[in-house]
């Protein structure tokens, strides 16, 4: 398979790696982005996951909480400064109490729900519509969950991180570990719980790097067990050390413990996890704008 520059150039932003370094491994993997991307995390460590892990699309997330119910949802905008304007925050909150309020089966019912603003109503959709066209800015609604139960508690870092956390205990404790959880990032409760494909994915970008260490086989295997159990402790909530420690040593399990409190579970919004960011091609927006101009004159 042929190597453009563009894909070259895709490799590079994910992965922070040098020009060539990305040519090779794309060479190497015939192409197959995902593939290359581990080979170069094989090749030049956890480097090459960090520029993966940003996130670059626009928007904020916003959560709710009162008696016993609770709303979390990402509401995306096109550019920061939007994300920052006092009526789109103002929707994003008021969608955050109709989650909670509610519990909409999709977004379709989310956007039903009756609610207005600005002139704008009776509904969030018309409301979500009149301030596209007063603001000039596409916004949409990406995702969202209902949370129900005694024990919620809830942690917004800025606008751009949210975190709902489910527990039975002290609701203080609770707070503490939805903001370690923004702060950390964890992908799962307890070690058990670390989805298998990331497992696997680790174990597989261990084995590279240790193979290349010329070690016998029996001493191979321990470096690649040693690295996926460390994988594990670094990903999982209640093996991180807890960010408040004062010891620098005590784990969220035994802040927890100590506290006689029980987590249930955690749900985390990051804005724009996932989404690929649209990159304008200026030059190419130029040169379209020429040619259309040349066909209308």
């Not at 520059?5 to 040098?18: I, N």
């Not at 200026?282 to 040349?294: D, P």
């Amino acid at each position: 398979m042929a190597i453009t520059a563009s894909m070259v150039a895709e490799l590079r932003a994910k992965t922070d790696a040098p020009m060539m370094e990305c040519k090779k491994a794309l060479t190497e993997a015939d192409g197959d982005m995902a593939k290359a991307e581990e080979l170069l995390r094989v090749k030049l460590g956890t480097k090459a996951g960090k520029a993966a892990s940003r996130v670059t699309a626009e928007g904020v997330v916003a959560a709710f909480i009162e008696g016993g119910k609770g709303g979390l949802i990402e509401v995306n905008s096109e550019t920061d400064f939007v994300s920052k304007n006092d009526s789109f925050l103002a929707m994003a909150n008021a969608a955050a109490k109709l989650v909670a309020e509610h519990n909409p089966a999709d977004l379709d019912a989310l956007g039903a729900l009756a609610y207005e603003q600005d002139g704008y109503g009776p509904t969030l959709e018309d409301v979500r519509k009149g301030l596209i066209g007063k603001i000039g800015e596409n916004m949409s609604f990406r995702r969202f969950k209902a949370f129900s139960g005694a024990g919620l508690a809830a942690y917004v870092h800025g606008t751009r991180i949210g975190v709902v956390v489910e527990f039975d205990g002290d609701a203080a404790a609770a707070k503490d570990v939805a903001m370690h959880v923004a702060a950390m990032k964890p992908v799962a409760l307890t070690s058990a719980d670390v989805p298998a494909d990331l497992i696997a994915k680790e174990r597989a970008v261990a084995e590279g790097k240790a193979a290349e260490s010329g070690k016998p086989a029996d001493i191979v295997s321990k470096m690649v067990e040693g690295s996926v159990q460390k994988y594990l402790k670094e990903v999982s909530l209640a093996d991180q050390v807890f960010v408040k420690a004062a010891d620098g040593k005590q784990t969220v399990a035994q802040m927890l413990k100590a506290a006689n409190t029980n987590l249930k579970a955690f749900t985390m919004y990051v804005v724009g996890e996932g989404i690929e960011k649209k990159t304008d091609d200026f030059a190419a927006e130029v040169a379209a704008q020429v040619a259309a101009a040349k066909a209308g004159a």
